[in-house]
């Protein structure tokens, strides 16, 4: 009886598996045939398989047991609070299949009766879900040392610092130093002060703040300038990192470490090369 409860679990998570493929990542019947290796009717039989046991919604309602096995571990390894997995596609080459729905479902659990700012798109979500936003009107890197005190200085910008401290839950994305790292990307640093940063030890940056391996803040470079709300270690609060793919396994195994995150969603190849040691 035992054995066969066992295999019924494995299958549920084949086609827990193939209907993520499927519905999620947009693979087809003959793509996930392949990268599961079965034949194509097997994983017609699965895809169906996750419709008829209801696993197949808005969003895949199965947990796959390998990516909870990777969160647990990761949880444990790392003292998180949170941390949820999700399935990787080896064929995909972006950098936020997956996670992004699977942050989108913890992200809306929270905007149900919390607050959040972030640009348009936190705005019209604040707005469809009625939770109250309070925008940050602030370069993330100021011009010079002075312009950053000044603008700090505000009373209206010091009640926003205030309010993040306070912060429930917050979820920050983890960048690169590299010259292709956002921040570079968008126009906010030049590829030069990326170069020095990496030349004082940066390996990554949240809301805008570089850090070095070990997830200490550097007090050096355009850090001087930055002129978001300090980054400091999560401590009591729920710091939720979001970000998978080869140039984040640095800064999420630094910021980690240093424990500026106190939860994680990422994807099963990031969560396995977090748990080598």
Known sequence: MARRADQDGLRLDEAARAGWLYYVAGNTQDEIARKLGISRQGAQRLVSLAITERLIKVRLDHPIARCMELGAALKLRYDLRFCDIAPTDPDSTSSTLGI??????????????????????????????????????????????????????????????????????????????????????????????????????????????????????????????????????????LVIGVAMGPSRRAPLRAALTGRLLSGLVTDEATAEHLLQR
Request: hydrophobic fraction near 45%; proline fraction near 4%; glycine fraction near 10%.
């Open 100 to 237: 992004a729905q699977v942050a989108a479902a913890e992200f809306e659990r929270w905007l149900i009766d919390g607050s959040a700012s972030f640009y348009d798109v936190i705005i019209r979500v604040s707005d469809t879900v009625r939770a109250p936003h309070y925008p940050m009107p602030l370069p993330v890197v100021a011009r010079s040392i002075e312009e950053r005190e000044l603008l700090t200085s505000l009373a209206s910008v010091q009640s926003i610092f205030d309010l993040v401290e306070r912060t429930d839950v917050a979820f920050v994305g983890v960048g690169t130093m590299g010259d292709s790292a956002p921040l570079v990307q968008d126009g906010i640093i030049t590829r030069q002060e990326a170069g020095a940063m990496r030349d004082l030890g940066a390996v990554g940056e949240i809301t805008g703040w570089a850090f070095d391996g070990a997830g200490r803040v550097l007090n050096d470079g355009f850090n001087l300038r930055v002129a978001g709300a300090p980054l400091r270690k999560a401590g009591n609060r």
